[in-house]
């Protein structure tokens, strides 16, 4: 390994679909308005793909594209593929195989991984390749996060917490070798906590049968019938296939973790908040946005949000914020730039880039 080898972000893209959905659109599925979405929420709107005609890999396609020729290279070119999503096209295999077929990625050789890291799923991709990359073992790796939230959502009033929050979406990264001074991915921190695993989940299906853990608390799936590991007709007569959420905890818990693990990755490249740039937390709810800018006293311009437009796209929030941010020239050449993330698991990360 090269001592002063370190990763870049070559090239970054990103896709939204084309169907806005506005929070008056969600009141002719659930009771819910314009005015309680916007005030807990900060959102506006959200997309939503075209059912049978887009998927998550191909949605990461179209922002991977994007990507692969804002760095120079072909789809050949790609050595390894990381895909973080919690709603990929199939059960398994995962999406890292579709989205290399998709791109037309004739390297046979390459590696194609799947994490599931939620809403740090990013974060947790850059820590991966920047370690792939800083062994000399890659030289191209093709980083997407996307999600397609509106094929699991509950829109009866019963899912309506969790429904107005997500949207879809994906964005991509290239992430290559850089020996240019002090340029490249400084840090990355990454942590971990299962105890309130089931607070921010989907649990079915799966292979847990109902009596593991703490899944009494969200209804059991059938226990007794065999062959009922995966989608029962008890899951779909008891509207057991979708995700759940304790907002509250997830908010009170957020609000810590962000702060804390910006301020360790600070700590462990002997930066200060001040030194900061621009920070991209991951697009969770504005106003948890908001508590952290607050508590690390951000001023406004060093924080990007565009929630209110896409809403929560878990694994995508932040390199669709961070390509936008980087097409509108938020995103300069020497500039500090961190991402923060923290989600389901629960898992909260965060990377500090140097650009
Ligand atoms: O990427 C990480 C993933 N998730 C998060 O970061 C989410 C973190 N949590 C949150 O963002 C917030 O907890 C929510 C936005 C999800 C909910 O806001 P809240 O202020 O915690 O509301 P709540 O769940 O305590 O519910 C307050 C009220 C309840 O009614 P009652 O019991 O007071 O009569 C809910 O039934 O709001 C009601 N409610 C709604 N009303 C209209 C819940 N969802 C809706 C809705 N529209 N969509």
Redesign the pocket.
Not at 26 to 34: A, R
Not at 154 to 161: I, K, N, P, V
């Given at each position: 390994m090269t001592e002063c080898m370190r990763t870049k972000i070559a090239g970054i893209g990103h896709y939204v679909p084309e169907k806005v959905v506005s929070n008056h659109d969600?009141t002719q599925y659930?009771?819910?308005?314009d005015e309680?979405?916007r005030e807990?929420?900060g959102i506006e709107s959200r997309r939503y793909a075209e059912k049978h005609r887009e998927t998550t890999a191909s949605m990461g396609a179209k922002a991977a594209r994007i990507a692969l020729e804002r760095a120079g290279i072909t789809a050949e070119e790609v050595d390894f593929i990381i895909f973080a999503t919690l709603s990929p096209d199939y059960y398994f295999p995962g999406c890292g195989v579709l989205l290399q077929r998709e791109l037309g990625v004739t390297n046979k050789e390459a590696g194609a991984l799947d994490i599931r890291n939620?809403?740090s799923g990013f974060v947790y991709g850059i820590s991966i390749a920047d370690q792939f990359i800083k062994s000399g073992m890659y030289k191209n790796i093709l980083l997407v996060g996307s999600e397609m939230h509106s094929m699991g959502l509950d829109f009866s009033d019963e899912g309506?917490?969790?429904?107005?929050?997500f949207g879809d979406g994906a964005g991509a990264v290239v992430l290559q070798p850089t020996e240019q001074e002090g340029q490249g991915v400084l840090t990355t921190c990454l942590h971990s906590d299962g105890t309130h695993a089931e607070e921010?989940a989907m649990i079915n299906p799966g292979s847990h049968s109902g009596y593991h853990l703490g899944t009494e608390k969200f209804g059991y799936p059938d226990v007794d019938v065999p062959g009922g590991t995966f989608v029962t007709q008890t899951m779909v007569d008891n509207n057991l296939l979708a995700p759940n959420?304790?907002?509250?905890l997830?908010?009170k818990t957020?609000v810590v973790k962000f702060p804390e693990v910006i301020q360790e990755a600070l700590h462990k490249t002997g930066l200060q908040v001040s030194d900061i740039d621009l920070l991209i937390p991951?697009?969770?709810?504005l106003?948890?946005s908001q508590f952290v800018q607050k508590s690390l006293r951000l001023p406004d311009e060093k924080v990007f949000n565009n929630i209110q437009k896409y809403g929560?796209t878990?694994a995508a929030?932040i390199p669709i914020a961070l390509s936008e941010a980087w097409e509108a020239g938020l995103v300069k050449e020497g500039n500090l730039i961190c991402l923060a993330?923290?989600?389901?698991g629960f898992t909260w990360g965060s990377a500090l880039i140097r650009w």
């Amino acid at each position: 390994m090269t001592e002063c080898m370190r990763t870049k972000i070559a090239g970054i893209g990103h896709y939204v679909p084309e169907k806005v959905v506005s929070n008056h659109d969600l009141t002719q599925y659930m009771d819910t308005s314009d005015e309680w979405i916007r005030e807990r929420t900060g959102i506006e709107s959200r997309r939503y793909a075209e059912k049978h005609r887009e998927t998550t890999a191909s949605m990461g396609a179209k922002a991977a594209r994007i990507a692969l020729e804002r760095a120079g290279i072909t789809a050949e070119e790609v050595d390894f593929i990381i895909f973080a999503t919690l709603s990929p096209d199939y059960y398994f295999p995962g999406c890292g195989v579709l989205l290399q077929r998709e791109l037309g990625v004739t390297n046979k050789e390459a590696g194609a991984l799947d994490i599931r890291n939620q809403c740090s799923g990013f974060v947790y991709g850059i820590s991966i390749a920047d370690q792939f990359i800083k062994s000399g073992m890659y030289k191209n790796i093709l980083l997407v996060g996307s999600e397609m939230h509106s094929m699991g959502l509950d829109f009866s009033d019963e899912g309506r917490a969790v429904t107005v929050i997500f949207g879809d979406g994906a964005g991509a990264v290239v992430l290559q070798p850089t020996e240019q001074e002090g340029q490249g991915v400084l840090t990355t921190c990454l942590h971990s906590d299962g105890t309130h695993a089931e607070e921010l989940a989907m649990i079915n299906p799966g292979s847990h049968s109902g009596y593991h853990l703490g899944t009494e608390k969200f209804g059991y799936p059938d226990v007794d019938v065999p062959g009922g590991t995966f989608v029962t007709q008890t899951m779909v007569d008891n509207n057991l296939l979708a995700p759940n959420m304790t907002g509250q905890l997830v908010f009170k818990t957020a609000v810590v973790k962000f702060p804390e693990v910006i301020q360790e990755a600070l700590h462990k490249t002997g930066l200060q908040v001040s030194d900061i740039d621009l920070l991209i937390p991951h697009q969770a709810n504005l106003r948890i946005s908001q508590f952290v800018q607050k508590s690390l006293r951000l001023p406004d311009e060093k924080v990007f949000n565009n929630i209110q437009k896409y809403g929560n796209t878990t694994a995508a929030s932040i390199p669709i914020a961070l390509s936008e941010a980087w097409e509108a020239g938020l995103v300069k050449e020497g500039n500090l730039i961190c991402l923060a993330a923290f989600g389901s698991g629960f898992t909260w990360g965060s990377a500090l880039i140097r650009w």
